[in-house]
């Protein structure tokens, strides 16, 4: 079967149509959050446009590390709380196929969550500046460039850091573990995002942090999920 | 010889020190139903769980399908239920059988009507199965189990909590399904007046490891109503029994003189004493397989 049809019953068991409920409700949210940041930034920047984007943008990668957090509970945890891992493991499909589909459904929900969210926000900043001038030095054309190189970079983050929480969920199979691995992988993102402002230094860095997460899920989680005893 | 669809040999599984399987040997018919009985941990489950490659074993052999090597694409001939009925709880019935429909690749949608028809849950197809009580989950997982009409059926306690109306029309379904296509049924289970009703095969696990395998006529042999007599001279006892006219006395395992036929015992005494043989003890045997399997256990 191949991974395209595999996310697609993922897709279908884990109703993951639902999902654009808390789209929606995080979007608000964080709509709110870079409105409030707006007032913030424009304290301690002549020309706050980028600072803006960069808070907003980080902003949003934080709220969907946490939730992708939650999605790894429900999507891949539960499997083996609720023991249909068995199940799972017993069709004629590679176990390292079936998790992988897991894994790939849930960066799809993490970064097409995020990309509608940022979209959303950068278009209210960009009303926010043609209605009311509030963003000091305005919105420039090189802003939304550098709007573009945020989110593609935070979905890189994302992308990155979601091997960690994963793997630990296949080793250690609780929610916890899920918790603390994710904090972790958040404080990383954090580090690297508040002191690095040159895009391809911070590509750099996050396709390195990537790649070394990506290495961790295949050694480390590729044990555990070829071993149920373990 | 029968071709066998499931040949264990030497199978031993450890757990750190501890021995889940010890030597344990197990050789399935193509097309019987085998009960595998034994006490709670014994390794039933765990043998199971072996078989369907969820876990690996330590040493021995073992060949299912003709093959030392359990191809993953083998494993959509194999319909099971394996500890208890997991479902996804937050799904219906429907939604869970279709899932599994998609993940063998199945796709005549009939099929689960026939299922939900032949399990009698068409009235709960529609319910969250976190909604379901035990009994309707083991209808529902044998109904998954069989969904493809598979080669063989693994089954690990399928009808503990089932009403007996359930656990007859259970027995029927896969005596049916035995019957009409061909599938090879291993069931565990602790039901043992079921296993007597059902199984042609039986394998009593002990300790560990396979203690005996027999056919459901080898095993109504050894529990039919017989006299065991110990004399000093079982040869010589069976002789002289014959001669007097008893004809169903049989030496079997272990030198045991049994005789299957009505007579007075005291009668076959008075015989045996008048041939200068000496008695050591006669004991009447009138033992179902509840009988034969807490003795086969007890001597191990």
């Known amino acids: ?230 | 010889m029968k071709e066998l669809v499931i040949q264990g040999k030497a199978v031993t599984k450890n757990y750190g020190s501890f021995r889940a399987l010890d030597s344990l040997d197990i050789s399935i018919p193509k097309g019987s139903i085998y009960g595998l009985i034994g006490l709670n941990g014994a390794g039933k489950s765990t043998l199971l769980k072996i078989l369907l490659g969820l876990i690996k074993y330590d040493h021995g052999e073992i060949r299912i399908f003709d093959s030392d090597k359990l191809d993953i694409k083998k494993l959509n001939k194999i319909g099971s239920i394996i500890e208890y009925p997991y479902f996804y709880e937050h799904l219906t019935g429907e939604e869970n059988l279709c899932i599994h429909a998609d993940f063998l690749q199945f796709t005549d949608k009939n099929r689960i009507n026939e299922i939900f028809d032949l399990v009698d849950l068409s009235s709960a197809r529609h319910k969250r199965v976190r909604e379901y009580s035990l009994g309707m989950r083991q209808r529902l997982a044998i109904g998954r189990a069989i969904l493809q009409k598979p080669e063989l059926l693994i089954l690990d306690e399928p009808i503990n909590a089932l009403d007996p109306e359930g656990i007859k029309e259970m027995r029927e379904l896969f005596k049916t399904i035995n019957r009409e296509y061909g599938t090879t049924i291993l069931i565990s289970s602790h039901i043992l007046s079921e296993m007597e009703m059902m199984a042609d095969y039986i394998g009593i696990i002990s300790d560990k490891h396979m203690v005996k395998e027999m056919s459901m006529d080898e095993l109504k042999e050894v529990t039919k109503k017989h006299l065991r007599i110990e004399t000093d001279d079982n040869g010589k006892a069976k002789k002289v029994l014959e001669n007097s006219g008893i004809r169903n006395v049989k030496i079997e395992e272990k030198n045991e003189l049994k005789v299957y036929e009505e007579i007075d015992v005291t009668e076959a005494i008075r015989i045996l004493l008048d041939n200068n043989l000496r008695i050591q003890e006669i004991y009447e045997n009138n033992c179902s397989l509840e009988d034969y399997f807490l003795d086969t256990v007890t001597r191990g």
């Not at chain 1, 930034?41 to 939650?70: C, P, R, W």
């Not at chain 1, 999605?71 to 992988?100: A, C, H, S, W």
């Not at chain 1, 990309?115 to 926010?128: D, E, K, P, R, S």
């Open chain 1, 1 to 230: 079967m191949s991974l395209f049809n595999l996310i697609k019953i993922e897709f279908k068991k884990n109703k993951a149509m639902s999902y654009f409920g808390s789209y929606i409700v995080m979007t608000i949210i964080l709509v709110f959050l870079t409105w409030t940041s707006i007032f913030g930034v424009n304290q301690d920047h002549e020309t706050s446009g980028f600072a803006i984007i960069k808070m907003m943008s980080g902003l949003i990668a934080d709220f969907y590390i946490i939730f992708s957090a939650l999605v790894i509970m429900k999507v891949l945890n539960d499997e083996y709380v609720q023991r249909t891992i068995l199940l799972m493991f017993t069709y004629g499909i590679p176990r390292k196929k079936i998790i992988f589909a897991k894994f790939s459904l849930i960066v799809m929900i993490a970064v097409v969550g995020q990309l509608l969210t940022q979209i959303c926000c950068f278009a209210f900043l960009i009303g926010v500046d043609r209605h009311s001038g509030l963003i000091n030095g305005g919105l420039t054309q090189e802003n939304t460039i550098q709007w573009i190189c945020c989110v593609a970079i935070n979905t890189l983050a994302i992308i990155g850091y979601l091997f960690i929480p994963v793997t630990v969920c296949i080793k250690k199979k609780t929610t916890s573990s899920i918790v603390v691995s994710a904090m972790i992988g958040l404080l990383i993102y954090q580090m690297i995002i508040s002191q690095i402002d040159n895009f391809i230094v911070m590509t750099i860095y996050y396709l390195a942090f990537a790649m070394v997460t990506a290495a961790f899920y295949f050694v480390v989680g590729g044990r555990y999920i070829e071993n149920l005893e373990l």
